[in-house]
């Protein structure tokens, strides 16, 4: 089994900024790829960034104020959110794509999630 364990949401006025960490553990054989995504209320759950071998991904309404960055060693990833809007309010989930046994597929994991409100 595989846990990823999210921490660093919050309550933040506009302007402001919040790190996000989410850290992978369990039956872990090899990690192809961490990200984020978020989810507001009413909305589809979306893609904010992601990183795979050092090559990051993000979400063109995000570009330019956050940055996601990763620790292999931790099997940990971090999600530094500058310059915070309201339409930034979300449930944000840490995803992982996760190999646990060699030479089998690598599979979907995620986490429980975590609330970040931006106040106007």
């Known amino acids: 089994q595989v846990q990823l364990v999210e921490s660093g949401g919050g309550l933040v006025q506009a302007g402001g900024s919040l790190r996000l960490s989410c850290a992978a553990s369990?039956?872990?054989?090899?990690?192809?790829?961490m990200g984020w995504y978020r989810q507001a209320p009413g909305k589809q759950r979306e893609l904010v960034a992601n990183?795979?071998?050092?090559?990051?991904n993000y979400a063109d309404s995000v570009k330019g104020r956050f940055t996601i960055s990763g620790d292999d060693a931790k099997n940990t990833v971090y999600l530094q959110m500058n310059s915070l809007e309201p339409e930034d309010t979300a449930v944000y989930y840490c995803?992982?794509?996760?190999?646990?046994?060699?030479?089998?597929?690598?599979?979907?994991?995620w986490g429980q999630g975590t609330q970040v409100t931006v106040s106007s």
């Open positions: 369990g039956s872990i054989f090899s990690i192809n790829a």
């Open positions: 995803n992982a794509k996760v190999q646990t046994i060699p030479h089998r597929p690598y599979y979907d994991y």
């Open positions: 990183i795979s071998g050092g090559s990051t």
